[in-house]
């Protein structure tokens, strides 16, 4: 199991959405969690452009949740880092 870091922007974000949507958010973020490879490669190019080359996302409620590897903690444990959050209109 890996352990979830979280930026500024992706909690900030999370605070402006609704109960529902919040709720999927997380579910999707602990199976990130279980599974760290988990998600899709196929990020649109502004926001491969604004999160980095390495970034994965996966689907909640209508907004991507865009994440990436990061490396092993001193323990030796998985860390992957949510980057951002993004309404999947405001991409297309």
């Known amino acids: 199991m890996a352990r979830l ?4 922007e992706f909690l900030e974000s999370l605070a402006g959405l609704d109960e529902r949507v919040e709720e999927s958010v997380w579910k999707k973020l602990a199976l990130v969690q279980d599974f760290p490879g988990v998600g899709s490669s196929l990020v649109e190019p ?3 452009h604004a999160y980095g080359p390495a970034c994965l996302k ?3 409620a209508g907004y991507d949740v865009l994440y990436e590897h990061g490396e092993k903690d001193a323990d030796g444990v998985e860390v992957v880092d949510v ?10």
């Open 5 to 8: 870091r979280f930026s500024e």
């Open 46 to 48: 502004t926001l491969r």
């Open 58 to 60: 996966v689907v909640a």
């Open 83 to 92: 980057l951002g959050i993004v309404s999947q209109r405001a991409v297309r």
